[in-house]
């Protein structure tokens, strides 16, 4: 074998241990669970026992009116925590991209909710909204001012204001780092040409932090659409369906109705949707990532 050929596959020798264990932990997993969609599973039975139904499955849960709640609860929860944990998080780090005395204990200290246990995280919110004793409506009665159902009537909104508390850190901290690796010389262009702080934001450092953000608002949409543990603490999914996302309605399916071929096909359901939102998003970034380099490009012949 010629020395050129093994430095051909030197490469991919390599890269072989890594593709055995996904195809072992990743792509196994993923074909059983597809597989078993297709079949009336329960858990008395191996998925060989299980009689096959084809799509009944798929059928089923689509004309479910309960499944279609709670994938517009998903879709709802995760569009308004994605959405203020981004303009939140990037609105923090425009703010405090400056030299700040203490600016690395403030960022220790922002990163802190990420720390915590989604299970304390979400036991922490429900003490929180405590009809009676809870902080927020003990403050609102000192106030004078009424107390507030915040687990009952207005149980989705709680349930995200407690997410964004959690994870907008995470949005701060990527968006901080985009902000401060910034190509210098587009911004003293900017600056030359008597750009105001306001359309240095909005026409150079946005565009150029664009690609870093969509990363990361995919990354934060992704775990939107996983949410279990907090929700499960704080409303269990109550009151009625009102905060139940397809995540928990999934555990419930699997655990308490023992329908495991009905999960599979919700959790098939839920990895479309998925995957189809990250391929716009790749797509939508393709086009950010062109604008950005004209962007360096222009900066570049203006300095």
């Known amino acids: 074998m010629s020395i050129a050929r093994v430095n051909r596959m030197t490469p991919y020798m390599f890269m072989a241990p890594a593709a055995v264990i996904m195809a072992i932990a990743l792509i196994y997993p993923l074909g059983y669970m597809i597989w078993g969609s297709f079949r009336a599973w329960d858990p008395s039975q191996t998925i060989g026992e299980a009689e096959f139904v084809g799509l009944k499955n798929y059928v089923t849960l689509w004309n479910d009116p309960n499944f279609r709640e ?36 403030l960022r220790t200290m922002f990163i802190l909710p990420m720390m915590i246990a989604p299970v304390v995280v979400g036991l922490m919110w429900r003490y929180m909204y405590h009809p009676t004793v809870g902080t927020f409506n003990r403050t609102l009665e000192s106030l004078g001012l009424p107390s507030v159902d915040w687990l009952g009537s207005h149980a989705l909104m709680s349930v995200i204001i407690a997410d964004i508390w959690q994870w907008t850190p995470f949005i701060f901290i990527l968006s901080l780092a985009a902000l401060q690796s910034l190509p210098r010389s587009a911004l003293e262009a900017a600056r ?83 995957l189809i939102l990250t391929l716009g998003m790749f797509a939508f970034q393709r086009i950010q990532e062109a604008r950005a380099a004209r962007i360096r490009a222009a900066a570049e012949e203006d300095v």
């Open 70 to 105: 709670s994938l517009g609860v998903t879709l709802k929860f995760a569009f308004f925590v994605v959405t203020f944990e981004l303009i939140i998080g990037v609105g923090l780090a425009l703010l405090l991209d400056r030299n700040i005395r203490g600016m690395s204990l």
């Open 192 to 274: 030359i040409d008597g750009a105001t702080a306001w359309q240095q934001i909005w026409y150079i450092k946005l565009p150029l932090m664009m690609p870093v953000l969509i990363v990361t608002g995919l990354l934060r949409l992704i775990d939107a659409f996983k949410v279990l543990e907090v929700i499960l603490v704080m409303t269990e999914g109550g009151p009625g369906l009102s905060t139940e996302i397809l995540a928990l309605r999934i555990s419930r399916t699997a655990t308490e109705f023992r329908e495991l071929g009905v999960a599979a096909a919700m959790s098939n359901y839920l990895l479309m949707l998925l």
